[in-house]
């Protein structure tokens, strides 16, 4: 592509509103054009990414036996009435002339078992792995970092239907690889944790999360052992259980109007960890049960609904709240509850001479011990994780980082299929339901994480594997040197290389400004020494320029390139399953 027809509009100034370095750069650099609030246009250079992307996750797909089809963005909202799912929050909804209500697809687990319940009717026709990749949209309350957190963005999903939870299994671990594999491919630094399986339910999931400071996620990561976890679902060790200290007598404070934690550490000037936090939950069935967590820490619901049997929790009303303690909202301690059950976080052990609620408005107090003027019911592992906790798999401890979620394998089991009524006939004749597995990995999403995780203060670096172009041809002089560098940029384009040529009668400090920003990975100038048959090539981002002759420029940047795309398929060809 000659430069002076490419439509590469790039921008002088940082955009105001862009936050993230991948957002400005992109927006810099010509890929990407904001419309609205999540919604962005990809201009020529963003969607031979988006297009590179798209295509290594395909060929990955198809290695372990996916079939590509392509499904409708515009549903019928009965179809999500079935599972229930018409209800989240973030689903686009519209009608159509006739009334009709429409949804527009957030993810297709509905419309592909709604296929499958129609089209698959005899075990031969399973295992079954069928993907798309496809606009999805999603109505996000808080979009973020450009294309990192959109309204409308790309995702490939892929769904598996089995007959036995070990052929699930077998394709899960596939999935895995396959989505280590197109992260290596792309030399992204990543880790897979473990995950919360949040409103698409099911039982196992992984999260693969590409790492970066200005990740959105917070992931635990052992130093002991393989654990890894989203902070939302990571578990913690046993810490050895302090002494308790003598338990002082308990007295009763005045806090006037001081409910949150921070109001009242501030008036009574103590540490948060002196606090004991209590929450009042109601499950879906109405059941209240209260929760206890340190001052200081957060606690994690979804831990709770599992310690509950699997329920759903959501914090009581102030009507509940009233009835059970006989304060408002804010003076709830654990002491003199009746008739209820009390599930304590497990650090609460070490301690005493706690603060916490009065269980009167306006009141709470200090020096609250454990089986003297309170107890619990149940002790359990309530709080989210975080930097410096135990590892609960092994003696080390967990590090937090900051990670992108790029994709998110789920085993689902018979969740969906039981919801929809998909069935099939066993060897046996019998009527069982599908078992499946649902995997998701955003496509436009990964495009702005790379550029998060690859750029410098001069602009992109981009892997070569996902590269707008392969090489970049600088012609610092066209009035000069245009026949000698439009012999090369025939060269390289006769061995099979795209290439983005500067042939602008721009000065040279502005070609070399944009090629920087724009990023492409190897860079072939054409420049003073053309005179005497010499060029210089450089790698982006990798500093030192090296003189080569104009004959052989063609087939040293074809060999600079192949070892950048070989070293990236050693990578992913080193992946294992971790089980
Ligand atoms: N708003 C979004 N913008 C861009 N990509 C997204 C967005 N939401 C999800 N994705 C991508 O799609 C993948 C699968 O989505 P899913 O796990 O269903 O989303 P979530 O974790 O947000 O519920 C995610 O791992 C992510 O890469
Ligand atoms: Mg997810």
């Not at 919604?39 to 990414?49: H, K, N, Q, T």
């Not at 409708?72 to 006739?98: M, Q, Y």
């Not at 995950?195 to 999360?209: K, L, P, T, V």
Request: a negative charge; hydrophobic letters at 40%.
């Amino acid at each position: 592509m000659r430069f002076s027809r490419a439509f590469i509009p790039t921008l002088r100034e940082v955009p105001a509103d862009a936050e993230f370095v991948s957002h400005k750069l992109l927006l810099r650099a010509g890929y990407i054009r904001k419309l609205a609030s999540g919604i962005y246009s990809w201009l020529p250079l963003g969607e031979r990414v988006v297009q590179k992307v798209a295509n290594i996750v395909r060929e990955e797909n198809n290695r372990v036996g996916g079939q590509e089809l392509l499904l409708p963005a515009l549903h019928p909202k009965e179809l999500w009435d079935e599972t229930g799912r018409s209800a989240v929050d973030v689903i686009f909804k519209l009608k159509d002339r006739g009334d009709r209500e429409l949804v527009l697809g957030m993810t297709h687990e509905e419309v592909i078992t709604d296929i499958v319940r129609t089209e698959i009717r005899s075990y031969r026709q399973m295992p079954l792995l069928l993907y798309q990749i496809q606009t999805k949209f999603r109505d996000e309350p808080r979009p973020r970092g450009g294309v990192i957190r959109g309204r409308e963005f790309l995702m490939h999903d892929c769904y598996s239907f089995h007959t036995s939870l070990e052929s699930l299994d077998e394709t899960y671990r596939q999935m895995y690889v396959c989505y280590a594999r197109i992260l290596r491919k792309m030399g992204l630094d990543f880790t897979a944790v473990e995950a919360e399986s949040g409103a698409i339910g099911g039982s196992i999931s992984h999260e693969f999360m590409i790492v970066v400071d200005s990740g959105e996620d917070t992931i635990l990561i052992s130093d002991a052992c393989d654990y890894a976890a989203n902070s939302e679902r990571c578990e913690i060790g046993d810490l050895p259980i302090c002494e308790a200290p003598e338990p002082d007598a308990l007295k009763l404070v005045s806090t006037p109007g001081k409910r949150t934690i921070e109001e009242v550490i501030s008036f009574l000037g103590v540490a948060p960890e002196k606090l004991i936090k209590t929450l009042i939950y109601q499950d879906q069935e109405g059941e209240v049960v209260v929760a206890l967590v340190r001052g200081d820490r957060e606690l994690n619901e979804a831990k709770l609904g599992r310690v509950l049997g699997g329920r759903t929790v959501t914090l009581a009303d102030a009507e509940t709240i009233k009835a059970l303690t006989g304060a408002p909202v804010g003076f709830a301690g654990p002491q003199g509850l009746e008739g209820v059950k009390i599930i304590a976080d497990k650090e609460l052990h070490s301690g005493g001479n706690w603060v916490s609620g009065a269980n009167q408005e306006d009141a709470h107090v200090v020096n609250l011990n454990l089986g003297r003027d309170f107890n619990v019911s149940q002790w359990a592992d309530l709080r989210v994780a975080s930097d410096g906790d135990p590892c609960p798999r092994s003696s080390g401890t967990l590090h937090a980082r900051h990670g992108i979620e790029a994709g998110h394998i789920f085993k689902l089991g018979a969740k969906y299929s039981a919801a929809m009524g998909a069935s099939y006939l066993d060897q046996s004749g019998k009527e069982q339901p599908v078992i499946m597995g649902t995997y998701g990995f955003g496509v436009t999403r990964v495009v702005g994480a790379i550029a998060e995780q690859f750029a410098d203060a001069d602009g992109l670096l981009w892997p070569a594997t996902v590269a707008p172009f392969d090489v970049t041809l600088l012609c610092l002089n066209v009035d000069e040197d245009s026949d000698a560098a439009d012999k090369l940029y025939k060269q390289l384009k006769e061995l099979g290389l795209s290439v983005l040529y500067d042939d602008r009668p721009e000065r040279a400090g502005v070609k070399f400004k944009d090629a920087d920003l724009i990023g492409v990975p190897v860079q072939l100038v054409v420049g003073r020494g053309a005179k005497e048959g010499k060029v210089e090539i450089r790698q982006r981002g990798k500093g030192e320029k090296r003189e080569i002759s104009l004959g052989e420029a063609a087939s040293v940047a074809f060999a600079m390139h192949k070892d950048l795309i070989d070293q990236l398929t050693r990578s992913a060809d080193a992946v294992r399953a971790p089980w």
